[in-house]
């Protein structure tokens, strides 16, 4: 089944808020007790809050749509940043 | 309609490539993307640092208030993308009600933001209290002038779909381009200043 471009923006806009929420879960022991860094919640921010803002470059912004350049070069940017945050955070 | 919109598809699913909006402007994103990157960064390093002391500050956030902020920044990023698709077919009032629920979700979001500095400063977290009061007022004031210039963004949007004489869907396309920014650049500072343990 092909969605409509009005279908993919409300399937992509529920996507975002339902893990929006997810995220929310993970960072709600704010206030049960002490709160230690945690790297399986590092990580999982880190690799959610990329599969969003790609989610925003391809759907909302279009760039599915776009020339093979502004996609290569707006993922190559999200992984150098996803890259460099895993490292900042890890190494 | 003008020559730069009948020159281009009336729908995103016509399977071409298609520049959405002006290379200047993708440029400009880019740019942002790669500034604010190397913030994000290096908030990272100096929370690896002393984690502890930035997660004891952090725990006075209200993360409610950051999801619903994030909640209505999505809403907003939708309702200009829903703005950009009626005016590529051509139902340019539906454009101008969808343009009006994004502005709206920004006035809230800067409302809220504001609502949020002042209570943080009533709790005695000023920007020179701690290093990562220092990276929450600066990243999310940052966010919040770009915000402002995102409002520009969306007048100018605005200006095309109001008279038939000059609607160009590139202008309209590139405008809605800057307002997904500044909803993607949230959406990594939500994580950071809010979710990162």
């Known amino acids: 089944m092909t969605l409509s471009a009005h279908q993919r923006l409300v399937a992509a806009w529920f996507t975002l808020s339902a893990i929006t929420l997810v995220a929310w879960s993970i960072g709600a022991s704010h206030g049960r007790g ?51 945050m895993l490292l900042a955070y890890f190494a | 309609m003008t020559e730069v ?20 402007m993708w440029v400009l994103v880019m740019i942002e993307a790669i500034t604010f990157s190397s913030y994000f960064v290096v908030y990272t390093i100096y929370y690896c640092r002393s984690a502890e002391a930035f997660l004891r500050s952090q725990s006075q956030l209200d993360l409610a208030l950051g999801v619903i902020n994030t909640l209505i ?31 709206g979700g920004g006035l809230l979001f800067a409302a809220l933001k504001l ?46 779909l109001k008279s038939p004489a000059r609607r160009s869907l590139e202008v309209i396309e590139t405008g809605a381009t800057f307002w997904h920014m500044v909803d993607f650049l949230w959406v990594i500072i939500f994580a950071l200043l809010y979710v990162m343990r």
């Open chain 1, 34 to 84: 002490p709160i230690e860094p945690d790297a399986a919640v590092a990580f999982s921010a880190i690799a959610i809050t990329l599969i969003k803002v790609r989610v925003i470059i391809r759907e909302f912004m279009d760039v599915r749509h776009a020339p093979a350049r502004l996609r290569w070069i707006t993922d190559g940017w999200l992984a150098s940043f996803g890259l460099a």
């Open chain 2, 5 to 24: 919109a009948r020159a281009r598809p009336t729908s995103s699913d016509d399977g071409q490539e298609r520049m959405p909006g002006q290379s200047d």
């Open chain 2, 115 to 160: 609502h949020e500095w002042s209570v943080e400063i009533g709790r005695g977290n000023f920007f020179s209290t701690d290093e990562f009061f220092s990276f929450y007022y600066f990243l999310t004031g940052m966010h919040l002038l770009h915000v402002l210039v995102g409002f520009i963004a969306l007048g100018v949007v605005y200006y095309q």
């Open chain 2, 73 to 103: 920044l999505l809403a907003s990023s939708w309702s200009v993308a829903r703005c950009v698709e009626r005016a590529r077919a051509g139902d340019h009032r539906a454009a101008t009600r969808n343009l009006a629920l994004t502005a």
